[in-house]
T-cell receptor, first 116, second 112 residues
Framework: EAGVAQSPRYKIIEKRQSVAFWCNPI?????LYWYQQILGQGPKLLIQ????????DSQLPKDRFSAERLKGVDSTLKIQPAKLEDSAVYLC??????????????FGQGTRLTVV | KNEVEQSPQNLTAQEGEFITINCSYS?????LHWLQQHPGGGIVSLFM???GKKKHGRLIATINIQEKHSSLHITASHPRDSAVYIC??????????????FGKGTHLIIQP
């Protein structure tokens, strides 16, 4: 079974530039999550999709971050414009279905963003 | 909002030692996860617990729901166990929102 795929693995941009990350979840997984992991901290949930609908985006900085999952499969996360404090690893995870006690999440390798 | 605390933050041990990593949380949960993260790598799920104890190879995870506490044990530790171990919890929420709340992780180094 193929895992969660993310690209790119690494990205360096200047502040105020835009950047986009891509995630392809495990086939058949209805729920997709984007997490931000700042160096030395645990990941923080940015947004959760159930199919192509947003379930939770309460911690997404909506003035500069946006995410979509138009066909309920792949997802993109965009930052525009980037700030220095956005430097982090962006992790995508998927699960078969959300809102269920025993649902396990599978994580991608992450995209390491450096804003200079 | 759930607060997840892990201890210790850093742990260095010798090969073969018995390792214990602790996790406590502040609000009742529906499930607790133990995850492993290698440098430059993604996150791998080790255990998902809602009660009791689970064992997989040399790894054992326990949870005490009443005390809001979980432990991850590694028996006969090996240098390849060196990684960051992260505790994460899933709360009870409506509307299907079930994103995990993570601790900061425990950085484990096993020396040969």
């Amino acid at each position: 079974e193929a895992g969660v795929a993310q690209s790119p693995r690494y990205k360096i941009i200047e502040k105020r530039q835009s950047v986009a990350f891509w995630c392809n979840p495990i086939s058949g997984h209805a729920t997709l999550y984007w997490y931000q992991q700042i160096l030395g901290q645990g990941p923080k949930l940015l947004i959760q999709f159930q199919n192509n609908g947003v379930v939770d985006d309460s911690q997404l900085p909506k003035d500069r971050f946006s995410a979509e999952r138009l066909k309920g499969v792949d997802s993109t996360l965009k930052i525009q414009p980037a700030k220095l404090e956005d430097s982090a690893v962006y992790l995508c995870a998927s699960s078969f279905r959300g809102g269920h006690t025993n649902t396990e999440a599978f994580f991608g390798q992450g995209t390491r963003l450096t804003v200079v | 909002k759930n607060e997840v605390e892990q201890s210790p933050q850093n742990l260095t041990a010798q090969e073969g030692e018995f390792i214990t990593i602790n996790c406590s949380y502040s609000v009742g949960i529906s499930a607790l996860h133990w995850l492993q993260q290698h440098p430059g790598g993604g996150i791998v799920s080790l255990f998902m617990l809602s009660s009791g104890k689970k064992k997989h190879g040399r790894l054992i995870a326990t949870i005490n729901i009443q005390e809001k506490h979980s432990s991850l044990h590694i028996t006969a530790s090996h240098p390849r166990d060196s990684a960051v171990y992260i505790c994460a919890v899933r709360g009870y929420s409506g509307g299907g929102a079930d994103g995990l709340t993570f601790g900061k992780g425990t950085h484990l180094i096993i020396q040969p």
